[in-house]
């Protein structure tokens, strides 16, 4: 069942204008039937799974999608390689044959610094500080020809693929604090040096917890002054390389996610419309303590002012 939520005029640059509106739904059952969306783009993270376990109902919720004929690509600011990002989803229990592909952050990352068909990979040097994984495992740069450095004053580029650690010439990587690798940063501010964040994600939902990413340091390196170029979510990159993988137009498909800044924005940006679920990573701030459990109407619409992110839909969670 569908409902249109009210709107109300909003004040600001646009003098009164009418803020965009969204309808709220029970489940995808209605936009699966009418057929009009042939490619779903999925977040993963905060609508599929918890990052421990598969959230309820979404499972069966991708079979019947799957049934009423949907291209479905998982689109995530994972800084993993596609391959891992679909053995994980295996792991947890979901059917890879379900998904017609996957792109991550990683993947375009990787992609790009190999092929270097890009004007702006092109002119990067090969020498790089690494911002890595520990915990969770490094990220390997195997197959990049890249040379990874301690010393700020050696590197052509900064990469970042985690929080965690910084990298070492051997591929190990060197526990660090936030507060160690925001030092680093403010040295590679003076130097100039160009970031890549291969993911994107400020924070992300684990086990309804909220864990700092990639971008959280991005973010500081661009009030730095620092250059940052951003492989994923909200960047256009990678919503067109899911509908280069789909063989779909803007007005064919349709993004599923749980960011208002990151899934929410870039598919306004892309011209896609989108489905925001609202019990994932600001389950917090709008009050939701339960899954399903339905949020105010004003408070999304506030959030969605506050960070300037239209959906097309509202869910409270990944259901049928």
């Known amino acids: 069942m569908a409902a249109r939520c009210s709107i109300s005029p909003t004040s600001g640059a646009a003098g009164g204008e009418l803020q965009r509106v969204f309808r709220c739904l029970d489940g995808i059952r209605t936009l699966a039937e009418s057929g009009r969306y042939k490619a779903w783009f999925l977040d993963q993270f905060g609508v599929l799974h918890d990052g421990k376990k598969p959230y309820q109902g979404a499972i069966s919720t991708l079979e019947k999608l799957a049934s009423h004929g949907a291209k479905m690509v998982v689109i995530s600011n994972s800084s993993r390689r596609a391959s891992v990002t679909m053995d994980k989803l295996k792991d947890l229990g979901f059917d890879p044959h379900l998904f017609h592909g996957t792109i991550t952050s990683g993947e375009l990352t990787h992609q790009f610094l190999e092929r270097r068909d890009d004007p702006w990979f092109a002119a990067l040097g090969r020498s790089c500080v690494h911002m890595t994984w520990s915990g969770r495992g490094a990220i390997s740069l195997d197959g990049l020809n890249l040379q990874v450095v301690r010393n700020v004053e050696d590197a052509d580029f900064l990469l970042a693929h985690g929080t965690e650690a910084l990298g070492l010439p051997s591929g190990d990587p060197l526990p660090m604090d936030l507060d160690e690798l925001e030092h680093i940063l403010e040295h590679c501010a003076k130097r100039k040096l160009p970031m890549i964040v291969a993911n994107p994600d400020y924070v992300t939902v684990e086990a309804r917890a909220l864990r700092i990413m990639p971008g959280t340091l991005a973010d500081k ?100």
């Open 221 to 320: 390196y661009e009030k730095l002054g620092g250059e940052v170029k951003w492989m994923g979510k909200p960047d256009k990159v990678i919503y067109k390389s899911a509908m280069t993988m789909a063989a779909v137009d803007a007005s064919d498909c349709i993004t599923v996610g749980d960011s208002l800044h990151h899934d929410i924005r870039g598919a306004n940006a892309a011209g896609i419309d989108s489905v925001f679920i609202t019990g994932g990573v600001h389950a917090t701030e709008l009050g939701l303590g339960s899954f399903g459990e339905v949020a105010d109407v004003d408070a999304v619409r506030a959030l969605g002012r506050k960070l300037d992110a239209h959906p097309s839909y509202v869910l409270p969670a990944f259901l049928w």
